[in-house]
Nanobody, 128 residues
Framework: QVQLVESGGGWVQAGGSLALSCTMT????????????MAWYRQAPGKERELVAI???????NYAESVKGRFTISRDGAKNTVNLQTITLKPEDTAVYYC??????????????????WGKGTRVTVSS
């Protein structure tokens, strides 16, 4: 089963920084193409999940207005890994951060399957 696994969340004081990472993992007999799109979303307590940043296969990026200039998304396409470097964190950045990707993978049977994947999330807490 193809999965997204996030890491790097934690607790930090306002003004601090954190680096989040997400890697696509697959069983040994499964081969995945470089994901067309990888993204980070977040969901704060009592709020809807929102897009934070997105990066496409050709390196194009887009950010939520609230994080522009403070967050940087990057990826290693060959490894289907996406990173989110955060600086100057604010209490309002507190949320569970989720990785999302459009994956196209082939199993041992030779069938290519496209699916949209979500990680389980990593919690970021910014104290004032």
């Amino acid at each position: 089963q193809v999965q997204l696994v996030e890491s790097g969340g934690g607790w930090v004081q306002a003004g601090g920084s954190l680096a989040l990472s997400c890697t696509m993992t697959a069983p040994g007999d499964t081969v995945c193409m470089s994901a067309q799109r990888m993204a980070w979303y977040r969901q704060a307590p009592g709020k809807e999940r929102e897009l934070v940043a997105i990066i496409t296969n050709d390196g194009g990026t887009n950010y939520a207005e609230s994080v522009k200039g403070r967050f940087t998304i990057s990826r290693d396409g060959a490894k289907n890994t996406v990173n989110l470097q955060t600086i100057t964190l604010k209490p309002e950045d507190t949320a569970v951060y989720y990785c999302n990707a459009d994956a196209t993978c082939r199993d041992s049977g030779g069938t290519w399957v496209a699916e949209n994947l979500w990680g389980k999330g990593t919690r970021v807490t910014v104290s004032s």
